[in-house]
C-alpha cells in the first residue's frame, strides 16, 4: 500500500471528522473546518494526515507545549487510523512525523495520553518506545450556559 503522509489541509476537514466519530468524538464537516483551521493557524500546533489511494486512512494532532513543572515537549493530542488500515504502519508513519516535527523544533521529549478504554492502543505506543509513566484522573467541567465573567 502506497502511503502519503503530510499536513492536513481544510480540504481533509471532512475525512477528519469522519474518523474523530471512530475515536468516540463525533463532530460535523463543517464544525471539524473551522476547528482544523484554528489548529492551522497556531504555530504551535501541527496536524498530519495518512492518505491512501487519495483518501485519508489517519490522522495525527500535535502541539509544542512548556509547562512550569516538567519544561518544554510536544504532546501527541490525537491519533486514529481507519479500522480497515490498522496493523499496516499507519500509525506509526504518523507518529514518526511528529517526532520529526518536534525534532525540527529542538524538542527531545514527546508524550501521549491513552485513554484506559482502549487497550489495544497501550501496546502499540510500548512498541514505538513509549513507555507509560503515570496513571491520572481526568476532570471536566461545563461552564454554564451564561456568559463568562470577565
Not at 57 to 86: P, S
Not at 114 to 138: C, D, L, M, W
Request: hydrophobic share 45%; glycine share 8%; with cysteine.
Amino acid at each position: 500500500m502506497s502511503l502519503d503522509v503530510r499536513r492536513a489541509t481544510g480540504a481533509d476537514a471532512p475525512r477528519i471528522a469522519e474518523l474523530s466519530a471512530v475515536l468516540g468524538y463525533p463532530v460535523d464537516a463543517a464544525e471539524m473546518r473551522e476547528r482544523l483551521a484554528r489548529m492551522l493557524a497556531r504555530e504551535a500546533d501541527a496536524v498530519f494526515v495518512a492518505a491512501a489511494a487519495d483518501r485519508v486512512v489517519g490522522w495525527i494532532h500535535c502541539a509544542d507545549h512548556e509547562l512550569l513543572e516538567t519544561g518544554r515537549h510536544c504532546e501527541i493530542l490525537g491519533l486514529v487510523v481507519d479500522a480497515g488500515h490498522r496493523r499496516g504502519g499507519v500509525g506509526r508513519r504518523l507518529v514518526t512525523a511528529v517526532e520529526d516535527w518536534a525534532c525540527a523544533r529542538g524538542i527531545t521529549v514527546i508524550a501521549v495520553r491513552s485513554n484506559v478504554v482502549r487497550p489495544e492502543s497501550h501496546p502499540f505506543y510500548e512498541r514505538i518506545g513509549y513507555a507509560r509513566v503515570k496513571t491520572q484522573h481526568s476532570y471536566r467541567k461545563i461552564a454554564p450556559e451564561a456568559p463568562c465573567a470577565d
